[in-house]
């Protein structure tokens, strides 16, 4: 995994940056090797418990885009379409 800069609000509490931050590496995970779609299910959960907005989820996706090239919206689109059993990876 890269080094980033990381989308972080500064209002956010540490747990709240904890919640998002973890997301981001599973979203890289993702794109790198590979992760299970019930791993991938709690990091999600616990990211739109911190950003429960759509509009605030797309600017956290266009921001880590920038940095990274990868894209939160086409893992989330990626993942409705496999079983719960199944590992989620981009490559």
Request: glycine content about 2%; some cysteine.
């Amino acid at each position: 995994m890269q080094t980033y800069q990381y989308p972080i609000d500064p209002d956010w509490t540490t747990d709240e940056i904890i919640k998002v931050v973890s997301f981001l590496n599973v979203v890289e995970k993702a794109y790198e090797s590979q992760i299970s779609c019930q791993e991938f299910d709690q990091h999600y959960q616990a990211f739109k418990e911190v950003v429960d907005s759509i509009a605030g989820e797309k600017q956290i996706d266009r921001q880590f885009n920038e940095v990274s090239g990868y894209s939160i919206y086409q893992l989330v689109k990626k993942r409705r379409s496999l079983d719960q059993a199944t590992v989620l990876k981009m490559n």
